[in-house]
């Protein structure tokens, strides 16, 4: 496993009680080997006025999961994450359900990460993909 930290699905979405992510609605379901994967609800929160999913959902949620798997990655307590660059093409229109985002980590390095993530729909198509640059900073 990649997760230096013993990850628990409660202990994250606790965490993220009274933050933009709670906000949205997203709550994380699911810790792989190498991966952790959240949804979001397509609602008026995170809907544009053409009644679409939000670009900046997408990337609220890429974020969290990025940004959440590598502090859950960092080799020691001694180190946190901020993040460095966010971008995200949006593939595919979202109107209703869930999105669901899996972040996968490309590059673990001692001073930066790299994370992608890949949302979906609920038939499982790609709706967006994006890639996070994290930076790995002394506490």
Same mark, same amino acid.
């Given at each position: 496993?990649?997760?230096?930290?013993?990850?628990? #699905?409660?202990? #994250?979405?606790?965490?993220?009680?009274?933050?933009?992510?709670?906000?949205? $609605?997203?709550?994380?379901?699911? /810790?792989?080997?190498?991966?952790?994967?959240?949804?979001?609800?397509?609602?008026? &929160?995170?809907? %544009?006025?053409?009644?679409? +999913?939000?670009? $900046?959902?997408?990337?609220? #949620?890429?974020?969290?999961?990025?940004?959440?798997?590598?502090? +859950?990655? +960092?080799?020691?307590?001694?180190?946190?994450?901020?993040?460095?660059?966010?971008?995200?093409?949006?593939?595919?229109?979202? &109107?209703?359900? &869930?999105?669901?985002?899996?972040?996968?980590?490309?590059?673990?390095?001692?001073?930066? %990460?790299?994370?992608?993530? &890949?949302?979906?729909?609920?038939?499982?198509?790609?709706?967006? /993909?994006?890639?996070?640059?994290?930076?790995? #900073?002394?506490?």
């Amino acid at each position: 496993m990649i997760f230096k930290k013993s990850p628990d #699905l409660d202990f #994250l979405n606790r965490m993220a009680e009274d933050t933009m992510s709670s906000y949205l $609605g997203i709550n994380f379901t699911g /810790i792989g080997e190498d991966y952790l994967e959240a949804e979001m609800p397509v609602t008026s &929160k995170t809907r %544009q006025p053409m009644g679409l +999913l939000h670009g $900046g959902a997408n990337v609220v #949620l890429a974020e969290t999961l990025g940004s959440v798997a590598g502090n +859950l990655a +960092l080799e020691d307590d001694d180190h946190y994450i901020v993040g460095l660059e966010i971008n995200a093409n949006h593939i595919r229109s979202v &109107k209703s359900g &869930k999105v669901k985002g899996i972040a996968k980590p490309v590059h673990l390095g001692r001073k930066t %990460q790299i994370w992608e993530i &890949k949302i979906h729909d609920e038939t499982g198509k790609l709706t967006c /993909i994006s890639r996070i640059t994290l930076a790995v #900073l002394e506490k």
